[in-house]
């Protein structure tokens, strides 16, 4: 509610609680506008780019083949950390942003993207 509307209905006898009530139906209108929107994403396919907390989390997206049955299937950040066992170079380089895949016994696991 601007200032002269407010003004205006003052002049004309309008009473306080209409004006309350008016300003708490704007702000509910403007709330209800806000929540409406969708969040726009950040979506990262380097990994040179993303920070070090996002490369291992949730959030990150890696693609995995299995060399035994020749499947494809996604998987996240932790998941693929858990995979690197005990390869610390592995995992320090990824973290640097040096590799962007790695190799087990019986697959390859590829970063794909990172959505935050």
Same mark, same amino acid.
């Given at each position: 509610m601007?200032n002269d509307?407010?003004?205006? %209905? =003052? @002049?004309?006898? *309008?009473?306080?609680?209409? @004006?309350?009530? %008016? ?5 509910? %209108?403007?709330? =209800?506008?806000? *929540?409406?929107?969708k969040?726009?994403k +950040? ?23 299995n060399? &035994? ?6 998987? +996240?950040?932790?998941? *693929? &950390? *858990? =995979? ?9 380089? %990824? @973290?640097?942003g &040096? ?6 016994d ?6 794909e993207?990172?959505?935050?």
């Open positions: 601007k509307d407010a003004e205006k %209905m =003052l @002049l004309n006898n *309008a009473s306080l609680e209409e @004006l309350i009530k %008016m300003k708490i139906e704007e702000e509910f %209108m403007s709330d =209800l506008k806000k *929540a409406k929107e969040p726009k +950040n979506v990262v396919t380097d990994i040179k780019e993303l920070p070090r907390d996002l490369i291992f989390s949730k959030k990150s997206v890696y693609r995995l083949f060399r &035994e049955t020749g499947c494809e299937t996604f998987i +996240n950040g932790i998941q *693929a &950390e *858990a =995979l690197i066992g005990i390869q610390n170079n592995v995992r320090s380089k %990824m @973290l640097a &040096e590799l962007n895949a790695f190799t087990t019986n697959a390859y696991i590829k970063f993207k990172a959505e935050f």
